[in-house]
């Protein structure tokens, strides 16, 4: 081989390897960055904190739902014996409601026949006042509080109260003391309504 | 020893020369195939990171959305002091970055990645309600950086003609009682009329954390009511525990406003009467305090008020002192018109024909909210805010006459919207939210109840530091 020819090969080679280089090159024109600091080996104490934070509100999450699951299941239970509960208490309180709607009977059938009378179909109550309500509550008695519970919304085993499900107060008179004329809607006698019923509505 | 160079061959110099470009053939080869493989890793390397930063880029504009949020409907401190004040997630004002009017705030997510940061930016208004605001994020995982962007609209969430937060019972009656447990009742309907809630576009007709029952005859769509998510992960924020951190409205917001000139604030009923009586159109937050004392409490008829009450802007309720209950009600038989719109061209169940009223336009801009100050003491209303139309307290007012009202009705308490006349109009154009349960009725003849939702009314609610609200995306680009 003449020297010649291997100052040519040698050319070639390199040749060869600059193209290399420049191929290699090509495929990753962008230059190098630094890479982020990574938090476990910048502040680790940040990052453990932060790790802890968002351990704690995943947990509170999960906790809020896990709440709101059992307080639905609490309630649930309880509406399943609201009927049986509200019967009961219409029992004991049927003999006011009787007396109420007997001792107005008259003025309501007085009232009736004047708005069946009447241009418009109708007359201001006056066993209300005109108001629409009562002011007093036969199953409460005015305290606006359920009578099963208190006014607590719990009973034993702190159950959900199944009378007012919770809510402490009064299912009659929602928790004004002043139960709903029941002759009336509104204060106004319709000669479209119904009259009272005689059983004390259970407003399920 | 001496060594003689015999000169080559003529064969051997051809062999030498074929070596050669054998040799540069197979170096060409060898180098090519490097080259390919080389360059095929590099490239399947660069994509894996650029899916890795795309992702992690993702992230971090839903992170950062997150903070936004929290700060944002945070009330503990004003919504810039909540970004930079975090515990774990504080985020840095750019001073330099700032705008005239822009704040830029930063902060680098570690955390939930494992060995990555993300740079996020919150770019915003300075105000302490923005309407709008723009999150990015940047990842570098290699040497590739991504950065992805997100532009956000902040607004009232929950969208439904009628909201309904109470928890309700299980009852499945159409009648008042039902209604007064905490449920929605929409009963109805008598001859030639109509009882209809609309859900327009983009809402529900009802959302309830109760019950909603609706009788024959009544147009509220079954696929347009979602009812009993109490104590579900779907549930009705309590927006209505008033004094609480989550109530919608501060009252007492607007009856700083009426007094420092935007409105009026009347301490009896019989003061609102004499200014309404004579039809002229009240502008601005007109406020009425009434007690149970008040003897004049069912004065509100149209015998009183035969031009109705007019009212552009708000009307506040104000049951003040004690005695009060959800239903303690009082009756109005006049008309009520806040933000009336033109209904000359209604046609029930043509939702196309459904006008309003709002935004109001002041003729008085002095008494426009926006333009007076009650700042320290609560926020100014801004430009661009929208304020409800009918708010009132713990108390019923019981609404029987004629209605036209476009904007949001909002009460803690209990409502009653009863059709009580033959050919007549009850219509709200808007939403009306509740705490303590509904009763819809129409039991009239050739009269026409409409409950119609309108975002265009809530969208940028002005809530108390801004409750209800959420962050949507409008864009995203990355």
Known sequence: MKPRHLIIFFVLLLGCALWFRSQTKAVTPVAEEPAAPIPSQANPAAAAQQQSAFDAANQARSQQLNHLEQERAWRTKAAQLTQPAREQLRMVHQAAWAALISTNQQTYLKLLHEAVHSKNGKVPCTICGGKGDLDFCIVCGGTGKCPTCHGTGKVAHDDCCPTCLGTGKCYFCNGSGKMACPFCDDGIISAKAQPPPEAMPLNL | ?478
């Open chain 2, 1 to 478: 020893m001496k060594i003689t160079l015999t000169p080559a061959k003529r064969w051997e110099n051809g062999s030498a020369a074929i070596f050669l470009y054998l040799t540069i053939i197979v170096v060409w080869a060898i180098a090519a195939v490097a080259v390919y493989i080389t360059s095929t890793s590099k490239m399947a390397t660069s994509r894996v990171n650029l899916t890795a930063a795309v992702n992690y880029a993702d992230a971090g504009v839903v992170i950062a959305a997150a903070d936004l949020r929290t700060a944002y409907t945070n009330t503990a401190q004003t919504f810039t002091q909540n970004l930079v004040s975090g515990t774990n997630n504080a985020y840095t004002q750019l001073t330099n970055a700032n705008a005239s009017n822009m704040l830029v705030f930063q902060r680098t997510i570690s955390l939930p990645f494992t060995n990555q940061t993300v740079t996020a930016q919150i770019i915003i208004t300075n105000s302490t309600a923005p309407q709008t605001a723009q999150v990015s994020a940047s990842a570098t995982v290699g040497n590739v950086t991504q950065t992805a962007v997100a532009n956000l609209e902040m607004k009232f969430g929950q969208g439904a003609a009628i909201i309904s937060v109470n928890a309700g019972t299980t009852g499945t009656g159409t009648d008042k009682a039902t209604a007064q447990a905490g449920n929605v009742v929409v009963n109805g309907v008598g001859s030639g009329s109509y009882l209809i809630v609309d859900g327009g576009a983009g809402g529900l007709a009802v959302m309830a954390n109760g019950r909603v029952n609706v009788s024959a005859g009544s147009s509220v769509s079954s696929s347009g009511v979602s009812m009993t998510n109490w104590g579900s992960a779907n549930a009705v924020p309590d927006y209505t525990s008033q004094g609480t951190a989550n109530s919608l409205f501060d009252f007492n917001r607007f009856i700083a406003a009426a007094n420092a000139g935007a409105g009026h604030e009347y301490t009896n009923m019989t003061d609102f009467i004499n200014a309404a009586k004579t039809g002229a159109v009240l502008e601005g937050i007109s406020v009425v305090d009434l007690h149970t004392t008040d003897k004049d409490l069912g004065d509100l008829t149209a015998a009183n008020l035969p031009n109705g009450v007019n009212i552009r802007g708000t009307l506040l309720f104000n049951f003040a002192g004690s005695g009060w209950t959800p239903t303690t009600k009082f009756v109005v038989n006049a008309a009520i018109n806040i933000n009336a719109a033109n209904l000359s061209h209604l046609v029930p169940g043509t939702s196309s024909t459904y006008a309003t009223g709002y935004p109001p336009t002041y003729t008085d801009s002095t008494k426009n909210p926006i333009n007076v100050s009650i700042s320290p003491t609560y926020p100014n209303f801004q430009q661009g805010d929208d304020l409800p139309a009918l708010l009132y307290s713990i108390g019923e007012v019981d609404m029987h006459g004629p209605v036209n009202v476009c904007g949001v009705v909002y009460t803690p308490s209990y409502i009653e919207l009863e059709n009580k006349a033959n050919n007549q109009t009850q219509y709200i154009r808007g939403v009306v939210i509740m705490g303590n349960g509904m009763y819809f009725e129409n039991t009239s003849s050739d009269s026409t109840s409409i409950i119609s939702y309108d975002q265009g009314t809530l969208k940028n609610l002005t809530t108390s530091n801004n409750v209800g609200k959420s962050l949507f995306v409008t864009y995203w680009q990355q």
